[in-house]
């Protein structure tokens, strides 16, 4: 019987990224894979994560480093295909010391004032669970919900509403 | 009996009646009004006296009891007249019941000429007041949000749209004003330090002090019926949360524990017993009340797609939004029978609703075009009514409860 032997090199590869980088642990809580489906709405079990002190008042803030994450309409999950932004500015975050992160969250114009400040400040705090869960320290991590009150697009079409159901980031030092 | 009798029995009956004013109340069902002749008022020809006038007619007119004439016979008649001495308006006015002949007020006023509206106002209310039993809405005022000065900052403006008063100059973004008890004081969330807190400020004075501004979300912050509380939404714990806080003591009691889901806009009960809030926890935003203690929420919606923004009245009944159709309309539930019943009907948005003082108007934001304006609604069916006109977009009003 021939067995395929370019199998054994694919599973050794495997088995030695595994042993390099160690089996990554999903914490419980503060995960960002809720998944328990409510309604149609994925839920995000982020309870527990209380926030720490806010940055005082002369902190220096930097935006633009990251791009946005976006998410689906009503829903404060952080998608799949978003995931690999977060990648990258847990790395970033990893990488620096002394530098903490506000992540901002927004929705688009449908739904009434307060609840969306409360289902952005939802979105922030999915974010900043998904990147605790990537090993960044939560106490870093501020969440600040502009409800629908600064759309990144002034118009009024599902192209302008995608663009404003976001989360956005600005480091601060 | 004996005639005599009868005769002294009679004036002794008349003498007590015009001894006492008129307890009210007339009550009306939906859409009808009150028919009121002033034929009897008579004004003097200065500009003081015809702007109080002016005013006067108006008010009257928008608090929607009546319907004034000066010709055919009326349900009641007011009497009396305006003065101006040069400088000051002197007022006298009277108002009597045609059927019962009674005497339901008698009141005289003295005010600077210059001021003629706020006088104007004050005897609308009064005569609405006597007849009606309700209070009257002419001397109030509202606070809503405005973009006009290219920042979204909190007005104040009378009950009939006059009087446009820049309140706060905080230069970012303002959010959810809501009065405190005794129409002194004004709570709202201000990015003004960067980030979403809850102010207090003293409409008189201007000053300011904040309320909340724990890490997180800080929102949702509205006095309790005696002022010692304030409900606020916090997120500082990890998840956006219904919590109770005594503004003096500062103890903060946490009500809601929903890990999976918000909480938002929350109103008292007139009794300041209960909370009415807005929770997804079931999928989508509905409206659930809690006991300010604590414990266990009662659900009040379940149809529509969407309830949110819910202003609990001095009446006991709770207005709020529904999204139905594609755009939002107001309505209003009986927390008590869960009976709702849809107030606004057209192609544009209601959102926001906040009761007026008199039980019976309600103020709103209507969206059409994306364009917001200040409403009033009326309960008892008279249309809608623009209050504002004004550059910029108007919305998230805040009736003044007195």
Request: net charge positive; proline share 5%.
């Amino acid at each position: 019987m021939r067995i395929a032997w370019w199998k054994f090199l694919v599973l050794g590869v495997l088995v030695g990224s595994v042993a390099v980088t160690g089996c990554k642990k999903k914490p419980k809580a503060g995960g960002a894979f809720g998944d328990d489906n409510i309604g149609g709405v994925m839920g995000t079990d982020i309870y527990g994560d209380p926030l720490d002190l806010r940055p005082g008042e002369g902190a220096r803030y930097e935006e633009g480093q990251f791009s946005p994450v976006y998410f689906e309409y009503d829903s404060s999950q952080v998608s799949p295909s978003e995931r690999g932004k977060l990648d990258s500015v847990a790395s970033e975050l990893r990488s620096r010391s002394n530098v903490g992160l506000v992540v901002e969250g927004h929705c688009d114009e449908r739904g009434s004032r307060e609840y969306n400040l409360a289902l952005g400040e939802r979105r922030a705090l999915a974010v900043r669970a998904y990147l605790i869960g990537l090993g960044v320290e939560g106490s870093l991590i501020q969440t600040k919900s502009y409800g629908e009150e600064q759309p990144a697009d002034m118009g009024h079409d599902e192209g302008a509403w995608s663009a404003n159901r976001r989360a956005e980031f600005v480091l601060f030092y | 009996m004996c005639k005599k009798a009868f005769f002294v029995s009679g004036i002794i009956v008349l003498a007590s009646a015009l001894a006492t004013l008129a307890q009210v109340r007339v009550t009306k069902s939906a859409g009808t009004k009150s028919v009121l002749n002033w034929a009897g008022f008579t004004i003097s020809q200065s500009p003081g006296a015809r702007e109080f006038y002016q005013t006067l007619e108006k008010d009257l007119t928008r608090s929607g009891w009546f319907s004034l004439t000066r010709s055919a016979p009326g349900e009641f008649s007011l009497q009396g007249s305006c003065a101006d001495d040069g400088g000051s308006l002197k007022i006298e006015c009277a108002v009597y019941g045609a059927a019962d002949q009674k005497r339901y007020l008698s009141r005289a006023y003295r005010q600077a000429s210059r001021e003629a509206p706020r006088v104007a106002h004050r005897v609308a209310d009064d005569i609405v007041e006597a007849i009606t039993g309700r209070k009257g809405i002419a001397s109030t005022r509202l606070a809503m949000v405005g973009t006009r000065s290219g920042k979204k900052e909190l007005y104040l403006c009378d009950a009939d749209g006059k009087n446009v008063v820049q309140l706060t100059r905080d230069g970012t973004v303002s959010v959810a004003p809501k009065w405190g008890p005794q129409g002194r004081q004004l709570l709202y969330t201000s990015y003004l330090k960067r980030f979403p807190d809850v102010y207090l400020v003293d409409v008189g004075n201007g000053a300011r002090r904040a309320l909340a501004k724990y890490p997180g979300l800080n929102t949702g912050g509205a006095l309790s019926p005696n002022g010692r509380d304030v409900t606020l939404i916090l997120s500082k714990d990890g998840n956006p949360e219904l919590y109770v806080k005594n503004i003096n003591g500062g103890a903060l009691t946490r009500l809601t524990q929903t890990g999976r889901a918000a909480e938002a806009s929350p109103s008292w009960s007139p009794d300041g017993q209960r909370i009415v809030y807005v929770s997804d926890r079931s999928g989508r935003p509905q409206l659930y009340t809690i006991s300010r203690t604590g414990g266990e929420p009662v659900r009040l919606t379940s149809r529509g797609f969407e309830n949110v923004a819910p202003d609990w009245g001095p009446n006991g009944l709770i207005a709020f939004a529904s999204s139905i159709g594609g755009t939002y309309q107001v309505h209003v539930i009986d927390p008590e029978s869960k009976q709702v019943k849809q107030l606004s009907l057209d192609g544009a948005d209601y959102e926001d609703p906040s009761w007026a003082p008199d039980g019976r108007h309600i103020a709103c934001t209507r969206t059409e075009r994306y364009r917001s304006k200040v409403y009033i609604l009326d309960t008892m069916g008279d249309p809608p009514v623009a209050l504002t006109d004004y550059q910029g977009d108007w919305y998230s009003p805040a009736w003044a409860p007195q």
